[in-house]
């Protein structure tokens, strides 16, 4: 009720501007029902949106408030090498933003998502869906490449038609007919200069710039190119920060460029044209209605005054995952780049196993931890009983593009590929203790909730020597106490998870390969869930890890963001109102706009340095690999050379 009174009441505000013009003059009409539209006609949609005052002090209530769950904050006062570039005084970027003047909705909310985009960090940022309702498209996605002498040059995918004319002839007539510009024919030209400079220097500005969700740059400069992974359940290819980028900042962008088959620099200027993946709507008043006023599933709820169906709950299961806006665009990888040999049982979700030619290398392309969590467990324990049946004897997990998903699924690959004798498969993990959160716990105690009800309660948790923790125990009590920066940064005490519970298939009591011939391969872009997984198994059992892609000379993680669990705006404002804490004065506001700060919730610490979170140990691939035409877009052509370098 309160986000419809919202609705009405900026309706006013902004109707008497729109009231000025003639109907067809509203920006947002002139592009209603389009599936592509000019970013300039875009912008012009989002810019019709006054700023509003109330507006802002409800949004930077929320944010400063939820900030102060955030594990994180004080380690970015001064973040230690190689992830500096990731450094802000949180605070004091809010008090700007609270008093800079701003003429439109969309200018504040574009400083809050760029302030919070260039955290690097994928678990905590601000998503307006008003104002990501668009992604920017440039039918000339890149990708660094190798040559046969190993020098490393910034190309047009070679497959830029296949994989571009999948958008359709909305998208490619515009190019064709509207504009008359061939963009066919940049498919593998060499890129000499984006904007005026080296490709590589403004690839580091995207990177610096637009790229977000990791820490590590050389793992920002990889997501900037074009590359595949799994979207959904099926193979798939990431259009790159550069080509894909959200929002509609950009018209085009100028290149210089030799064709292929010619020895001629010359400038082409690129157009974008910008994607809508927002709501349907008709004009201005019914785009803020389906995008940006708040709707029922924006702010949390009180799960104690909700009846539960089936009359048995389960246990809230934890996620480790970043929103990646870009996989609204779920394109297929190309039909000339799937992999040719047979996959095996176990490949229908987000798992894809094969048995490469060679006949003793299997492959595990795991695309993500999302999806079905049982069929995930089911899915492993075929693919290797089939690898195992084949004769396979040596393993290869691709993580390339894995933006994580459910933390006890990472933790069950783990285990299983482990065996249940090694023990407990995850890290030692803690939650930030600010006072409402200390609150919260209490609360949870004294109304005896579980954990089918809050993240918080502390059966959700075991001790260090993995029993569950009574649902009576206070873990906040007493806080521990820990200086980051120079900052007093207090921590819940330590605890462990409680996966196994959550198992729904064996673990057998053996690694079911030799572990010293497990590998991993990917492009760095593995975050979340995915990045505690392949830190457990370089941490814990010294994994080969092959990292391709990336900017020569320039170093490069093999893992992204690294926290331990993620809260959705809506997950955390559900753990306060059914703790009765949503009166609290250190409670953020119900939104009133739809929207969705998340921040990372939990902290992983580093086996090889207790004192550490794993997102901040650098820990460096074995082996680095560049792309080359043969392998930048082919998994299988990838996994074949790679098995040739990581097993000897």
Known sequence: ???????????????????????????????????????????????????????????????????????????????????????????????????????????????????????????????????????????????????????????????????????????????????????????????????????????????????????????????????????????????GDLAGPTGVVNTGLTFKLITVNSTKVETVTVPYLANYIGLPFTDSPSFWQANCAATDATNGVDLKSLRIIPPTPKRKLAKGVIIDVGNSNGLGLPQPFLP????????????????????????????????????????????????????????????????????????????????????????????????????????????????????YAPDNWAFLNDTEMPTTFNYMKPPMPFVVNGKQDPSSQRFHDTCQLSFTQPIPENPPFDLSKVAIVSNGNCASTCSMFSTLMNERHHTKIAVFGGKPGEQMEFKGMSGNQVLEWADLDTEIKTANLKNDPLAPPNLLVNGNFRHNWRTAWSFFDENKPIAYVSELPLLRFPFTKDTYNNPQNLWTFAATKLFT
């Not at 220097?201 to 990791?214: E, K, L, P």
């Not at 040999?341 to 229908?348: D, I, K, L």
């Not at 299997?362 to 695309?367: A, H, K, L, W």
């Not at 203790?433 to 949870?444: E, F, G, R, T, W």
């Open 1 to 239: 009720m309160r986000s419809l009174q919202w609705f009405v009441s900026l309706a006013v505000a902004v109707s008497p501007l729109l009231s000025l013009a003639a109907p067809n003059a509203d920006p947002c009409a002139k592009i209603a029902g389009k599936t592509f539209v000019p970013p300039a006609d875009g912008l012009a949609c989002f810019k019709s949106f006054p700023f509003n005052e109330t507006l802002r002090q409800n949004v930077l209530t929320n944010i400063a408030r939820v900030f102060d769950f955030f594990t994180f904050e004080e380690y970015y006062l001064n973040s230690p090498p190689p992830f500096q570039e990731s450094t802000d005084n949180i605070r004091a970027t809010i008090a700007r933003i609270n008093s800079t003047k701003y003429k439109t909705d969309y200018d504040f909310n574009k400083d809050v998502y760029d302030f919070t985009t260039q955290l690097n960090d994928g678990h905590t940022r601000w998503f307006p869906a008003c104002y990501t309702s668009f992604q920017n498209i440039l039918p000339a996605p890149i990708i660094s490449l190798a040559d046969a002498s190993g020098v490393q040059s910034v190309f047009i995918a070679p497959d830029s038609v296949e994989f571009i004319s999948q958008l359709g002839t909305n998208y490619t007539s515009f190019f064709d007919d509207t504009l008359k510009f061939d963009w066919r024919r940049l498919a593998g030209a060499k890129v000499v200069q984006i904007e005026g400079q080296d490709p590589y220097a403004y690839v580091d500005m995207i990177a610096r710039t637009v790229s977000g969700n990791y820490l590590d740059h050389g793992v920002r400069v990889n997501s900037v190119f074009t590359s595949y992974r799994i979207s959904g359940t099926d193979f798939s290819q990431r259009i």
């Open 340 to 455: 040719t040999t047979p996959s095996v049982n176990g490949s229908t979700g987000v798992i894809k196993s094969f048995v490469l030619p060679d006949k003793k290398t299997g492959v595990m392309f795991v695309g993500s931890f999302e999806g079905d969590f049982e069929a995930f467990q089911s899915d492993t324990v075929a693919a290797i009983s089939a690898f195992k049946s084949a004769g396979v004897s040596q393993l290869i997990l691709d993580l390339t593009n894995n933006g994580g998903g459910f933390v006890c699924l990472g933790q069950f690959l783990h285990q299983f590929l482990a065996g249940s004798k090694f023990g407990y498969p995850g890290f030692v993990s803690s939650n930030h203790a600010n006072p409402l959160a200390q609150k919260i716990v209490a609360s949870d105690i004294a109304l005896g909730l579980d954990q089918t009800k809050a993240f």
